[in-house]
């Protein structure tokens, strides 16, 4: 009988070591690891039987604040089901489904048994696709909606903090010409261009948007003064003026852009927008390649 058990038991190891999942047992009151699979071991590097399962999975000094020891076991001491739940290991940086469940270990105690999936591939596949829910496929920009979203955000930001918002509305100048003459492919690498220059003129934290087309916008959050948006209009400009070397082409662009701010002259997100566009148009008609505000 004794012979049996250990064959057993024996497959029984070997049936879990061939398990693509992080499988481990710990104590319900100590957190002694009691039981890793090969898999588990491969992906901590080592076998920590015998260690504190916070410490060697987590990196914590205490018990992890989402552990599941205390919800496996029911009013009787009895197990209560399976918890399924999903998070990132700070060790691996992957994204795990973790299973937990209380199970009978010798003693007649109960443990916890955690079999983990990495789902880190699957993570990474719904961020691409929310980022392309949100972004121009193209340029990689925010597009329309998110602007509208960022943009009522900072404004709402701005009043709490009593601070100002400058919008730059750009439109490109003769784009229509570089699609005629050089084909849409050409264009869509100049937009592309385009989008990276714009990015490079601004800080990290404000947010460049395509909105249409050669339309783009620009949100300067926090800025301390009129100033500061023309030295970034100027230095788009600038930017933009530099050609753009394309396979089998260099083009030559250029942009017109109105400003409009807030809290001084709009006080919605849509006025901000309207004001920043005709002051575009103006920009348009006093020759292009230059900036117009608001006002101005």
């Not at 001491?77 to 739940?85: F, R």
Request: charged content about 30%; glycine content about 8%.
């Amino acid at each position: 009988m004794a012979r049996a058990r250990k064959i057993h038991f024996n497959s029984l190891l070997l049936v879990l070591d061939s398990i693509d999942a992080d499988i481990y047992a710990a104590d319900l009151d100590t957190y002694e690891i009691l039981y890793m699979n090969r898999h588990m071991g491969e992906s901590f590097g080592g076998d920590f039987t015998g260690q504190v399962c916070y410490r060697v999975f987590r990196k914590e000094q205490s018990p992890c604040p989402h552990c599941t020891n205390a919800r496996l076991l029911d009013e009787e001491g009895k197990p209560a089901g399976v918890l399924v739940w999903e998070g990132r290991n700070p060790v691996t940086g992957r994204w795990y489904k973790n299973s937990d469940r209380a199970i009978p270990w010798e003693g007649g105690r109960y443990v916890r048994l955690q079999i983990a999936t990495d789902i880190t591939g699957l993570k990474e596949a719904e961020a691409r696709l929310q980022h392309l829910a949100t972004h121009d496929p193209l340029t990689l920009l925010p597009h329309r909606q998110l602007f509208d979203d960022r943009l009522k955000h900072a404004l709402e930001l701005a009043r709490r903090g009593q601070s100002r918002v400058t919008l730059l509305f750009l439109d490109l100048d003769g784009f229509k010409a570089v699609n005629d003459r050089h084909g849409h492919q050409a264009g869509d690498e100049l937009l592309r261009g385009v989008a990276e220059r714009l990015k490079s003129a601004v800080r990290d934290s404000d947010t460049v948007a395509r909105l249409a087309g050669d339309e783009f916008a620009v949100i300067l959050e926090k800025t301390q003064d009129p100033g500061t948006a023309r030295a970034v209009a100027v230095r788009v400009l600038q930017e933009l003026r530099r050609p753009f070397l394309l396979p089998g082409a260099e083009l030559a662009v250029t942009a017109s852009i109105g400003i409009a701010c807030f809290p001084e002259q709009a006080r919605t997100p849509q006025e901000l927008l309207r004001l920043a566009d005709e002051a575009m148009y103006r920009a348009k008609g006093c020759g292009k390649d230059t900036f117009v505000e608001c006002g101005g």
